[in-house]
T-cell receptor, first 111, second 115 residues
Framework: EDQVTQSPEALRLQEGESSSLNCSYTVSGLRGLFWYRQDPGKGPEFLFTLYSAGEEKEKERLKATLTKKESFLHITAPKPEDSATYLCAVREANNTDKLIFGTGTRLQVFP | DGGITQSPKYLFRKEGQNVTLSCEQNLNHDAMYWYRQDPGQGLRLIYYSQIVNDFQKGDIAEGYSVSREKKESFPLTVTSAQKNPTAFYLC??????????????FGSGTRLTVV
């Protein structure tokens, strides 16, 4: 069964304390891994798409990386405004109209 | 500004009542999707539509119905057959279907509560 698992479920960081979020997946042929940010009571906001192992993408304090079995979202020197839930999703090779989402990591950054 | 508009933001449903959630986009996107989000669970696909007048069931379509009469609109009806409808509902769209990959654009969601 295709699955996406995110860890940890929740993460509390001090402002400036760098860390990483993990997304591991088992799908029959990956055709893209997506990272989203979701603020409470709002829809997810697209961050990155990664297509192949070894690929990396950056945006401000965020950097996403991809291996054959997992992806990491690295947060460097986070600020309180980075507090949100970060969602990971994968698209299957044989089912291109569907994303499989993980349950998310709830990040809280304290000043 | 282009985007996806979901309405209402909050909706209350009485037992045995059908309710319809609105989703409108002005992005000229071809494909539209409905997801349900529950605490502690990932987003789950209810229905999706790649073109006008055509749609497919997702993983949890029972108790829901949709229509796609216009490219811009993809309303979701939660019927009385859906026994546990309390959830956060998200509409999304993407400009390409098939083998090209784009990030989904999501609406701001509708929170449905059974009273």
């Amino acid at each position: 069964e295709d699955q996406v698992t995110q860890s940890p479920e929740a993460l509390r960081l001090q402002e400036g304390e760098s860390s990483s979020l993990n997304c591991s997946y088992t799908v029959s042929g990956l055709r893209g891994l997506f990272w989203y940010r979701q603020d409470p009571g709002k829809g997810p906001e697209f961050l990155f798409t990664l297509y192949s192992a070894g690929e990396e993408k950056e945006k401000e304090r965020l950097k996403a990386t991809l291996t054959k079995k997992e992806s990491f979202l690295h947060i460097t020197a986070p600020k309180p405004e980075d507090s949100a839930t970060y969602l990971c999703a994968v698209r299957e090779a044989n089912n291109t109209d569907k994303l499989i989402f993980g349950t998310g990591t709830r990040l809280q950054v304290f000043p | 500004d282009g985007g996806i508009t979901q309405s209402p933001k909050y909706l209350f449903r009485k037992e045995g009542q059908n309710v319809t959630l609105s989703c409108e986009q002005n992005l000229n996107h071809d494909a539209m999707y409905w997801y349900r989000q529950d605490p502690g669970q990932g987003l789950r696909l209810i229905y999706y539509s790649q073109i006008v007048n055509d749609f497919q069931k997702g993983d949890i379509a029972e108790g829901y119905s949709v229509s796609r009469e216009k490219k811009e609109s993809f309303p979701l009806t939660v019927t009385s057959a859906q026994k546990n409808p309390t959830a956060f509902y998200l509409c999304a769209s993407t400009p390409e279907t098939g083998f090209k990959l784009y990030g989904y654009t999501f609406g701001s969601g509708t929170r449905l509560t059974v009273v």
